[in-house]
């Protein structure tokens, strides 16, 4: 396998680990925000709340669970995968 071919298959596999662990957030972030925006609609409708304050009541409570979710998990960050020459450099250098 050529050093380019090599690049192109770390990179893609980073990628694909990359946009899997993103879906695995955002969707967890959803979960977390239905969740909190149910539990929040539902005890207002129990306090005798009409439909439109409600729902603001449970986007509001969305809001905050969203920001706590974001807070404890941070987004996934795609990272370059490093050649394998660059590595090879910065350990010179360093001994140098």
């Not at 539902?42 to 979710?69: C, I, L, M, W």
Request: charged share 35%; hydrophobic share 35%.
């Amino acid at each position: 396998m050529t050093g380019a071919a090599r690049r192109d298959q770390d990179h893609q596999r980073a990628f694909q680990e990359y946009t899997g662990a993103l879906e695995r957030w955002q969707q967890d972030r959803e979960n977390v925000r239905r969740h909190a925006f149910d539990e929040g609609w539902k005890s207002a409708v129990r306090r005798n709340y009409n439909n439109g304050p409600a729902t603001d009541q449970g986007h509001a409570a969305a809001r905050e669970a969203v920001a706590a979710f974001e807070k404890a998990n941070r987004e996934p960050r795609f990272v370059e995968p490093e050649s394998r020459m660059a590595g090879w450099f910065r350990k010179v250098k360093v001994g140098a």
